[in-house]
């Protein structure tokens, strides 16, 4: 593959720390949710919350694609990722992904199908695909 884009950011601290992109655009403090045992440090962001954002963008915008290709109406496409994560069986830690996917113009039938060709292309689902359980909702 020849990359047409390559994100770069460095993190310290971990999930109780900061990251910052390359460019100086991303540049903020993590910190672990109260509900998993952390402080919960307010303004402070997530691994799961920056996975659900980037995810919730790339799937809209692969939607977007598709319909394009498609000559259908998108207008007005949201994207929610719901990204979870618990412990592993056998150990160590897994996500989970719900992608509720409203597509206004759309009726429900014609919204799924656009739905499933874009889980095909967006670059975001083919990376999880096999390794994460991912949820799709016409909403």
Do not use: W
């Not at 830690?93 to 597509?103: G, M």
């Amino acid at each position: 593959m020849s990359s047409l884009y390559t994100a770069v950011a460095t993190a310290t601290g971990g999930r109780n720390g900061h990251t910052k992109s390359s460019d100086g655009v991303v540049d903020f403090e993590t910190s672990i949710p109260k509900s998993m045992g952390g402080p919960g440090k307010e303004g402070a962001t997530n691994p799961e919350q920056l996975f659900a954002a980037g995810y919730a963008a790339c799937f809209c915008s692969a939607v977007e694609y598709v319909a394009r290709m498609q000559k259908l109406d998108a207008a007005g496409t949201a994207v929610t990722a719901h990204v979870g994560i618990g412990a592993k069986e056998g150990g160590g830690f897994e996500l989970t992904v719900t992608l509720e996917v409203h597509i206004p113009a759309l009726d429900h039938d014609a919204a799924h199908a656009l739905v499933e060709a874009a889980h095909q292309v967006c670059p975001y689902s083919n990376a999880t695909r096999g390794n994460v359980p991912v949820e799709i909702k016409i909403v």
